[in-house]
């Protein structure tokens, strides 16, 4: 593969550094449904040089409305091991580990360990909020990303530069599964891209302490700032100089 071809569209933009940067990041993706799906493949295009993968299901037929990772050939496949396949179709240089497991507060840390950026892709609150607190307590930037239906939000959390994620969300979503269409998919997972090449290479201003509300329907995009002070759950967890927690 030749870098210089690959990216050569992208490196007017980014300059070699950044790109050379990309190549030797880590970047953790929590939950390979729609969302992640578009997040593992834009990441892998970017040039990102080693992906993390993280997802307890399989394919099932219902899936593939949004989730273009897979094909009908997947069908019953963990998604982690038909993700890595089709990634490494893209990148047969990129550096792909899967973990076919619910993330839970127990292993959390450990799946994340050594990445520099967290990508929250995840449909699932419990889940969401043990990704956040590790990522937070290992003080490594997460970008969350959700949809429903035709709606999406995205923000951008880290220790010392924003409040975290249970400020955002105090309470656990209600217990249903929204409705999920590509097209909101895609649009909510590519600004969620977006906020790891900002944290990656410094191409803009991340969204800490905003919110980002995307509406396909009209379509509106929204910018919120988020006026508050930091929750306990923050102060709890915020990193120390030398390592302990507060």
Same mark, same amino acid.
């Given at each position: ?9 992208? /490196? ?11 190549? &030797? ?5 929590? =939950?390979? =449904? ?5 997040? +593992?493949?834009?990441?892998?295009? /970017?040039?990102?040089? #080693?992906?993390? /993968? ?5 394919? #099932? ?8 990772? !897979? ?11 038909? +993700? ?24 959390? &840390?450990?799946? $994340? ?32 990303? +959700?949809?429903?239906?035709? !709606? =999406?939000? @995205?923000?951008? @959390? ?10 955002? +969300? ?11 269409? @590509?097209?909101?998919?895609? $649009?909510?997972? #590519? ?16 969204? !800490? ?38």
């Amino acid at each position: 593969m030749d870098p210089l071809r690959r990216y050569s569209r992208q /490196l007017p933009l980014l300059g070699p550094r950044a790109q050379e940067r990309l190549a &030797g990041s880590k970047v953790v993706v929590a =939950g390979l =449904g729609g969302l992640g799906s578009f997040v +593992a493949l834009e990441l892998a295009a /970017l040039g990102v040089g #080693s992906l993390v /993968l993280v997802d307890h299901d399989t394919v #099932s037929e219902s899936n593939l409305n949004r989730q273009v990772l !897979y094909s009908q050939a997947d069908l019953g496949l963990p998604k982690v091991y038909a +993700a890595a396949r089709r990634l490494r179709e893209l990148r047969p240089d990129l550096a792909v580990s899967t973990h076919h497991t619910r993330i839970t507060t127990d292993n959390a &840390g450990t799946l $994340i360990r050594g990445a520099d950026v967290v990508v929250d892709a995840l449909d699932n609150w419990a889940s969401r909020l043990a990704l956040a607190d590790a990522a937070w307590e290992a003080g490594i930037p997460l970008v969350h990303g +959700a949809i429903d239906g035709f !709606y =999406g939000q @995205v923000t951008t @959390v880290e220790p010392g530069k924003s409040i975290c994620l249970h400020c955002i +969300a105090p309470g656990p979503a209600p217990p249903r599964r929204p409705p999920a269409i @590509v097209t909101t998919a895609a $649009i909510v997972a #590519s600004h969620e891209v977006s906020e790891v090449l900002k944290l990656l290479t410094g191409a803009g201003e991340p969204l !800490y302490n905003k919110l980002l509300f995307i509406d396909t329907r009209e379509p509106r995009i929204d910018q919120i700032t988020l006026h508050r002070t930091p929750c306990e759950n923050c102060k709890r967890l915020t990193p120390m100089k030398d390592g302990s927690q507060s």
